[in-house]
Structure formats: structure tokens, C-alpha cells
């Protein structure tokens, strides 16, 4: 999945956040925070859709942050319904930002998947309304935003959207309320599932084009 896989902890408001590093072959150029599916439901950051989506960052020459949310893994705290986790994830990002300065102005995205889909659009919103630097793109697959909303969000035009066809966790109708909400385009894998099952190649290389489309 990468060159090198290391592990980094960095400290959000319940204690340690745990992540793993992912690294591209070349010197990163950029770097991509990828957030996980439902703690209570077995999500952690070793999920096969969000190490797909790493593959993907890492393909683009970005160094990938893999965290796992409060309560698993080595990660302290409990699960927060998106609050707590939204709020370590903004601690990360400006953590990280001082530890790896190399790169204020390389690109950077935030992506997620069900349960991450949601911190991720509100940490995006969150770092909008501060008027702080925004991830250049925004990756949600098996949107599950509204769920676990406790804010307004606000995500960009290009935003991608993947679902599945036969999504039997997050409904695809729910997903297009979503995009529908804000006027975005969603791309359905036919006949593929919540966890993308036989479809993660397929979904490898739609992220892989979108990102390489927006010059990340």
C-alpha cells in the first residue's frame, strides 16, 4: 500500500490519538487525513475501503495520516457520535501542521468512509467557518454525513460522492438526500455493497482519477 508504513500519536481532547503514517515512494508532496468507519461497529483505520483510499493518496505522491477515533485501538476516550471526533481531528490537523512544516503549502485532502464521512465534512466546515486552510479535496464514500451531523456543513462543488448500489447499512436513497441537499453529483458502483466487496479496485481507480483530475 505504501513505501513505508509507520505509526505516529498525536494528542486530541480525550488523550492520545493513534494513527498510522503511510508513505509514498517519492519525498510527499502533500498529505491526506483518511478517518474510518463506526468504532462501535468494528470500524478502525486498517478497514479495507480506507486503505484503499491511502492507496489512492499515496499513488498521488501524499503522505497518508490513518487515525483511529476515541476508543479503539491504542486511541483514548470513548465514542463521542462525531463531536469528540471532529474535534481531535482539528487538533491533528494543526498539530501535524507544525510537526511536518515542510509542506505549509503542498496539497492536502480529508476523506472518509460511513461513519468518517461525517467528521470529515464537518471538520472541513469547521476549518471553513475559521478561515483556516481547507483540504483541496473532499472524498466521501457510503455517505453517511447527516447521521452524525451536529452542524452545518458546507462541502466544495467538486466534493466526490461514491456509493454503493446495494448499500444495505447506508442506504443509497440516504446518500442521495445528501448530494441532493447540496446540489452534488454521486457516483454509484453497480450492485456493490456498504464495504465495496469486489468493487474496491473499481473504487481505487475512480478516487485515483478524481485526485489526479484535481491535481492533488
Not at 471553513?128 to 454525513?145: C, E, H, I, K
Amino acid at each position: 500500500m505504501s513505501e513505508r508504513l509507520d505509526t505516529i500519536q498525536f494528542s486530541g481532547a480525550a488523550g492520545v490519538i493513534d494513527c498510522a503514517l503511510d508513505w509514498p515512494i517519492d519525498t510527499p508532496r502533500g498529505w491526506a487525513l483518511i478517518l474510518h468507519p463506526h468504532p462501535l461497529h468494528g470500524g478502525a483505520r486498517d478497514n479495507k475501503v480506507v486503505t484503499t483510499l491511502s492507496r489512492c493518496a499515496t499513488q498521488q505522491g501524499l503522505l497518508v495520516v490513518r487515525p483511529d477515533f476515541r476508543g479503539v485501538g491504542l486511541s483514548a476516550g470513548q465514542f463521542d457520535q462525531s463531536r469528540g471526533e471532529t474535534v481531535d481531528m482539528l487538533a491533528l490537523i494543526e498539530q501535524f501542521s507544525n510537526r511536518f512544516a515542510q509542506w505549509p503549502d503542498g496539497p492536502w485532502l480529508v476523506a472518509g468512509f460511513s461513519f468518517g464521512t461525517s467528521v470529515a465534512a464537518q471538520v472541513h466546515a469547521e476549518l471553513a467557518d475559521a478561515g483556516a486552510a481547507s483540504p483541496r479535496a473532499l472524498v466521501l464514500a457510503g455517505t453517511a454525513v447527516n447521521r452524525f451531523r451536529f452542524r452545518q456543513v458546507q462541502p466544495p462543488a467538486d466534493t466526490l460522492l461514491v456509493h454503493g448500489e446495494l448499500d444495505d447499512v447506508v442506504p443509497l436513497s440516504e446518500g442521495m438526500e445528501f448530494a441532493r441537499e447540496h446540489q452534488l453529483p454521486m457516483v454509484v458502483l453497480p450492485q456493490a455493497g456498504h464495504f465495496f466487496h469486489g468493487k474496491l479496485i473499481q473504487l481505487r481507480e475512480l478516487v485515483s482519477r478524481h485526485l489526479a483530475g484535481l491535481g492533488t
